[in-house]
């Protein structure tokens, strides 16, 4: 298709990019023509028929579409060119695998995000199918399946548009959102942050954002020649005073939940946000300030967003129990204190004595004979599997059982001996109500 652009008329009504007439743009056998009036629209037409009738072809009306931005009623009339054919004028089309619409205050691409949304719901549903039949899925089999099969969806198109309709952006998060609840078995009232700390992936508006400003950093540093005239004529408008798609990317940095200024701090001020918020929350104790392993195995690195080794524990019920153990999910009756219900509402279904917070069970209280038996296999097993130094770590915190618990919680090398722990005080409390 190198000899279209000898058939391409230029004009007066041509769309004019940094000084760089832009007539036709080709993807593959996919040709989009631009003017800014009809008769230029229908020059450009003439134009690519007879490049058809010179290379044995033939214009195919019926799968050729006019679009019309910002228009007025009477372009809604068919485009008649050469002799007695026609084009209809269409208000809504798919090009490139984007759902374009010509009408509508939220600009042309609004429609795209409830596409995509809805195609992430719908695979999200199929997961839900898949695990009838398989049971539930290890959580980084989910985690991988999620980038495959659900991420490309919601990212789709994200490096050339900006979310500056927020009840779109949040169409679209709510689908990851849910998606990443299932995988870890929490519900709607556990904290949101915890899905992207735990999972180690990125909440959907920072990871959008970012792609976007990887395009830009692109179209710097390459010679595409069109993407750059367009991005060069938008910075100019956008110095003009007009709005344009930089001053609403500028609002969509903007309206990130933390201060950025470089892309660096868009993707690294994401771990030191989300890390806050998990500080901030007093339900989230037993996971504040915990670490990841070093080179050496050390437990030493700050990693506000990881995949959590607790997630890889193959049992899909141990797992679960551990999860809402740690991320204040549990049926535990302290988590009423947090909806405002009285004291003695909070207080120990077995002993009546005190608050039923999650170390007075797992450690303290003796009334119930089922968990006090439970309580000394996990003592005994933890025991068997600690080092010298871990032993006397334990014993030194003989007198605080929530800092003892948070130890044996953060330790990798307990993980399914406390999940199994969990499992089966989630299973005594369950037979208890
Ligand atoms: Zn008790």
């Not at 080709?26 to 007879?50: H, T």
């Not at 044995?56 to 579409?65: I, R």
């Amino acid at each position: 298709m190198s000899d279209l652009p000898g058939f391409m008329s230029r004009d007066e009504d041509d769309v004019v990019l940094d000084g760089v007439a832009v007539t036709n743009v080709e993807q593959a056998d996919d040709v989009l023509l631009l003017s800014l009036s009809r008769e230029g629209l229908r020059r450009k037409v003439e134009g690519i028929s007879r490049w058809c009738s010179v290379n044995f072809m033939l214009f195919n009306e019926t799968k050729s579409v006019v679009m019309v931005f910002g228009g007025k009623a009477g372009d809604r009339v068919p485009l008649v060119f050469g002799e007695g054919c026609q084009l209809q004028v269409v208000t809504e089309v798919s090009y490139l695998g984007f759902l374009v619409t010509s009408s509508g205050s939220s600009g042309p691409l609004r429609k795209h995000y409830n596409v995509k949304a809805q195609k992430a719901k719908r695979i999200t549903g199929t997961m839900r199918g898949v695990e009838k039949l398989t049971g539930l899925l290890p959580v980084p089999c989910a985690r991988k399946l999620y980038m495959a099969l659900v991420d490309p969806h919601l990212t789709h198109g994200a490096d050339v548009m900006v979310d500056h309709v927020e009840r779109a952006r949040r169409e679209q998060e709510k689908e990851q959102e849910q998606y990443l609840r299932r995988v870890l078995g929490v519900g709607s009232r556990c904290r949101k942050c915890i899905l992207f700390t735990e999972t180690g992936l990125i909440p959907l508006q920072v990871r959008r954002l970012s792609l976007t400003v990887k395009c830009i950093l692109y179209l710097l540093r390459n010679p595409a020649l069109l993407a750059s005239a367009a991005y060069r004529e938008l910075v100019s408008l956008d110095f003009a005073g007009h709005r344009t798609w930089v001053s609403r990317l500028r609002e969509a940095i903007t309206a990130l939940p933390y201060v950025v200024g470089l892309l660096e701090e868009i993707n690294g001020g994401v771990g030191r946000w989300l890390q806050g918020l998990v500080d901030a929350s007093p339900d989230l104790y037993f996971i504040q300030g915990r670490r990841e392993p070093d080179a050496r195995g050390d437990l030493a690195v700050a990693a506000p967003v990881a995949l959590r080794q607790y997630l890889r524990v193959s049992h899909p019920g141990y797992r679960r129990a551990l999860t809402r153990v740690l991320l204040g999910e549990h049926r535990y009756a302290v988590r009423r204190r947090g909806w405002g219900q009285a004291r003695d509402r909070c207080l120990c279904r077995f002993c009546g004595r005190v608050t039923e917070t999650v170390e007075h069970l797992w450690l303290v209280c003796g009334r119930s004979e089922v968990l006090a038996a439970g309580r000394r296999r996990f003592m005994v097993d933890i025991w068997k599997a600690a080092s010298l130094e871990e032993r006397a770590e334990l014993q030194g915190l003989n007198d605080d059982a929530r800092s003892q618990l948070k130890v044996i919680l953060s330790s990798r090398r307990w993980v399914t001996i406390s999940a199994r722990f969990a499992y089966e005080i989630e299973r005594l409390l369950k037979d208890s109500e």
